[in-house]
């Protein structure tokens, strides 16, 4: 007997469900991990037990700055703050597209569009890392108040 026709095979339909069952899953992860940044109730670990600003320091505020629509504050607070949002939101987008496509999150490395969104990711992080360490330096009105 064929495996694909024996009775412990699954109809496509059957693994199309369960692949955007389980992408609908990634998506609600990715939304209640961002739920506290949206709410404005998420505090900074690092700057809570050393008192130091972290890579990522003054982001939430800069958000913040800018939904008010106060673009030269908001910059000042943290000018990459829109790029990390924009890889975080492609690298959400791709691994909920990789779930679905191609039955896990962790599947975006075997698709071009994945691995252009952990690219992305990668570039503005070490970028993110790079302003940092240039803030704490003294640069760019650094460093942040926490």
């Known amino acids: 007997m064929n495996s694909s026709t024996g009775p412990a095979a699954e109809p496509p339909n059957a693994r199309r469900g369960g692949a ?11 939304g209640i991990a961002a739920l506290p940044y949206v709410l404005g109730a998420a505090r900074c670990p690092t700057a809570q037990l050393f008192h130091v600003p972290c890579p990522g320091c003054g982001m939430t505020r800069a958000f ?38 191609l039955g896990a999150p962790w599947a975006l490395l075997r698709a071009r569009w994945g691995r252009a969104a952990v690219a ?27």
Do not use: K, N
Request: proline share 5%; glycine share 6%.
């Open 20 to 30: 955007l069952r389980a992408a609908a899953l990634v998506a609600s992860a990715w």
């Open 64 to 101: 913040h700055l800018l939904a008010e629509g106060a673009l030269g504050p908001s910059l000042a607070m943290h000018a990459l703050a829109v790029p990390t949002a924009l890889c975080q939101a492609a690298l959400a987008v791709a691994t909920v597209a990789a779930t679905a496509r």
């Open 120 to 146: 992305f990711a990668a570039v503005v992080l070490v970028a993110d890392l790079v302003y940092w360490i240039a803030r704490a330096l003294g640069a760019f009105g650094g460093p942040v108040p926490v």
